[in-house]
């Protein structure tokens, strides 16, 4: 029995943390303070958050499925 039995190889966990990293930065850039009933914030309408943020996200998100996908040479090697 090997001792390395992962699904997953090394650059596999490198592709998704670095997907995960993205995806929590363009959450990150969504935050923020919002509009209460007595004032207005004119910030929740930023170019950032309405555009950048979410096009962040979905990035990580591709990147994440590419690591996901990503056959390594060492597991064709295996097969």
Known sequence: MEKNNF???RKNFIVITIGM???I???ILMSGAGS???AFNPDIFSATRIKLAPALAFIGFVIIGVG???RSKDKEAQS
């Open 21 to 23: 990293a993205v995806v």
């Open 68 to 70: 996901i996908m990503w």
């Open 36 to 38: 209460t009933e007595t």
């Open 25 to 27: 930065l363009g959450f």
């Open 7 to 9: 699904a997953f190889g």
